[in-house]
Nanobody, 124 residues
Framework: QVQLVESGGGLVQAGGSLRLSCAAS????????MGWFRQAPGKEREFVAA????????NYADSVKGRFTISRDNAKNTVYLQMNSLKAEDTAVYYC?????????????????WGQGTQVTVSS
């Protein structure tokens, strides 16, 4: 499995921006599609965004389209989530995930490696 460590979470006011990073180690990063998921208190973990192995294809949840951007740097073994125009409902723990799928999947079951999560809190 690949090891994943998220960073960049924090407290931000509504309308603000944050950039999450996820550093991978242990396996060939470019072999993995990468995803971001989030889990709010009392709710199930939900899909946010995904990116294919090469970075050519991306996929977003409807709730974040136009506000969030996923990207990756295979030379740095890192995937990013740029979050703009943040809303209170974006408050959650954000998890980075890696999977050996060939496309930018939105399915949790396609991702076998997960990070510990980073807290994002948006104050209204």
């Amino acid at each position: 499995q690949v090891q994943l460590v998220e960073s960049g979470g924090g407290l931000v006011q509504a309308g603000g921006s944050l950039r999450l990073s996820c550093a991978a180690s242990g396996r060939t990063f470019s072999n993995y599609a990468m995803g971001w998921f989030r889990q709010a208190p009392g709710k199930e973990r939900e899909f946010v965004a995904a990116i294919s192995r090469s970075g050519v294809s991306t996929n977003y949840a409807d709730s974040v389209k136009g506000r969030f951007t996923i990207s990756r740097d295979n030379a740095k073994n890192t995937v990013y989530l740029q979050m703009n125009s943040l809303k209170a409902e974006d408050t959650a723990v954000y998890y980075c995930a890696a999977g050996l799928t060939t496309y930018a999947s939105s399915r949790r079951t396609d991702f076998g490696s997960w990070g510990q999560g980073t807290q994002v809190t948006v104050s209204s």
